[in-house]
């Protein structure tokens, strides 16, 4: 299995507009990320977590021909924007795209996506499949495993998600011990660190190596990072942690 980073920023992406800080001058390639989504691909099936305004760049940036599921932690502009761009693969496929959220989540894009459930659809609109799941999901595309992880970004629940060994939980802020449970001897965690101070909504950088430390997979990669986290090269991280970086492909 192997999964790409397409995206690692927050919902500003970095650099941001109009910003005139370090981070958002460097030069350095790993300080440069758009907004935060995962491209998960088995044998010859593939599927992302979330959609987000960058959607459309990203699949470019990484060749994605073929496209089997979306999986959206919730439905925060920067997570799910994206989701008109899934009608290539909905012309080139033939078919309309599984799209995996919350219900809640989906009452939400029925307004948001008015357009797209509408009785009589403007021709060459996104069409998609809609499979409603919850932090007790657990489910199969095609050969790839995906376990759903009840999350907190603040008040709201959202979802994270294990692949076998893997799991990936953006914008949290709190996980409950019972799902914790869910997050037990992993290969790879990637989590959301998004910067040195406090939050109310998103773990900072402190409080992801305490959570870390608790549930000690064996490495870790930090991602949802701002630009007030300073330049990738200067962050000092203890052995096992690195900061993600936008095109970062982990193999399994």
Not at 60 to 67: E, N, Y
Not at 101 to 127: H, N, Q, W
Request: proline share 4%; net charge neutral; hydrophobic share 40%.
């Amino acid at each position: 299995m192997k999964i790409t980073l397409l995206g690692t920023g927050t919902s500003q992406g970095v650099p941001v507009i109009g910003c005139n800080c370090e981070v958002c001058r460097s030069t350095d390639p790993k300080d440069s990320r758009l907004r935060v989504s995962i491209l998960v691909e088995h044998r010859e099936d593939a599927l992302v977590v979330d959609v987000g305004p960058d959607f459309r760049q990203q699949m470019l940036r990484a060749g994605v021909k073929k496209l089997d599921a979306v999986l959206l932690t919730h439905e925060h502009n920067d997570h799910i924007v994206g989701l008109d761009d899934i009608r290539p693969f909905n012309f080139r496929q033939l078919t309309d795209m599984p799209i995996y959220c919350m219900s809640r989540v989906l009452d939400d894009l029925k307004i948001r996506f008015a357009y797209t459930f509408a009785e009589s659809r403007y021709p060459g609109v996104p069409r998609f499949d809609w499979k409603v799941i919850d932090s007790s999901s657990a489910f199969k595309i095609g050969h790839i495993s995906v376990e759903c992880i009840g999350l907190k970004h603040g008040s709201l629940d959202i979802l994270g998600f294990r692949f076998g060994d893997l799991a990936y939980c953006t914008d949290v802020k709190t996980v409950t011990n019972e799902q914790k449970k869910k997050l037990h001897n992993l290969k790879v965690l990637i989590i959301g660190a998004l910067h040195h101070d406090a939050h109310h909504a998103h773990m900072n950088l402190h409080e992801a190596l305490e959570f870390i430390e608790e549930i000690k997979p064996a490495r870790t990669y930090l991602t949802h990072i701002s630009h007030h986290m300073g330049k990738a090269s200067a962050v000092k991280l203890p052995a096992g942690v690195e900061m993600a970086w936008d095109g970062l492909c982990i193999e399994l």
